[in-house]
């Protein structure tokens, strides 16, 4: 059954540093993953997605995640943090009839 | 495009009562899904039409819950006999169908069930 797993419940980060949110996945066949941000009292917002090619994949608001199929990982990064990306995170992986499956979700907190 | 529209955004309703909530997807998209997701937690599947047929629906979706999506347009999620347990936010989406998965599923702002 596919899965994915979100390890850290929150990261910390400081205005203008580099950020990572980490995602590792577990399919049979081609994974096909996606991120999701939430803000508070609010829907998700599609971020970026893999589904084939290039392992660097570049999204909305300067994000981009990497794709690596030997550590089964799509980490979720950012050059440079603003305080306005503190929000709630998800890595999803395609399921059956095309439903995606959710991790529990990373809180990001970048702190000026 | 508007995006998903859900309604209402909010509920407040007694244990017991029954509620109905309203998904109007974005339009030509003929995937339709429905999520529940509780505080600290990701979103949960519950439902998934295509066009007007509920194709699969999750062991969560208890006896108590029914959609539907008449005519493959708007969607409602209706949940009977309310219980303190169904206080959770409910998400609609949707998605165009295609021969691949890679379509992107697009999220509603939710709707927010509180049982008292």
């Known amino acids: 059954a596919q899965s994915v797993a979100q390890p850290e419940d929150q990261v910390n980060v400081a205005e203008g540093n580099p950020l990572t949110v980490k995602c590792t996945y577990s399919?049979?066949?081609?994974?096909?993953l996606f991120w999701y941000v939430q803000y508070p009292n609010r829907g998700l917002q599609f971020l970026l997605k893999?589904?084939?090619?290039?392992?660097l994949v570049k999204g909305s608001y300067g994000f981009e995640a990497e794709f690596n199929k030997s550590q089964t990982s799509f980490h979720l990064k950012k050059p440079s943090a603003l305080v306005s990306d503190s929000a709630l995170y998800f890595c999803?992986?395609?399921?059956?009839?095309?439903?995606?499956?959710f991790g529990a979700g990373t809180r990001l907190a970048v702190h000026p | 495009d508007t995006g998903v529209s859900q309604n209402p955004r909010h509920k407040i309703t007694k244990r017991g009562q029954n509620v109905t909530f309203r998904c109007d997807p974005i339009?030509?998209?003929?995937?339709l899904y429905w999520y529940r997701q509780t505080l600290g937690q990701g979103p949960e599947f519950l439902t998934y039409?295509?066009?007007?047929?509920?194709?699969?629906k999750s062991r969560l979706l208890s006896d108590r819950f029914s959609a539907e999506r008449p005519k493959g347009s708007f969607s409602t999620l209706e949940i009977q006999r309310t219980e303190q347990g169904d206080s959770a936010m409910y998400l609609c989406?949707?998605?165009?169908?295609?021969?691949?998965?890679?379509?992107?599923?697009?999220f509603g702002e939710g709707s927010w069930l509180t049982v008292v």
């Open positions: 999803a992986v395609r399921g059956g009839y095309n439903k995606l499956i």
């Open positions: 039409f295509q066009n007007e047929a509920q194709l699969e």
């Open positions: 893999y589904i084939t090619g290039d392992n």
């Open positions: 339009s030509e998209h003929n995937r």
């Open positions: 399919v049979s066949g081609n994974p096909y």
């Open positions: 989406a949707s998605s165009l169908a295609s021969t691949g998965a890679g379509n992107t599923i697009y």
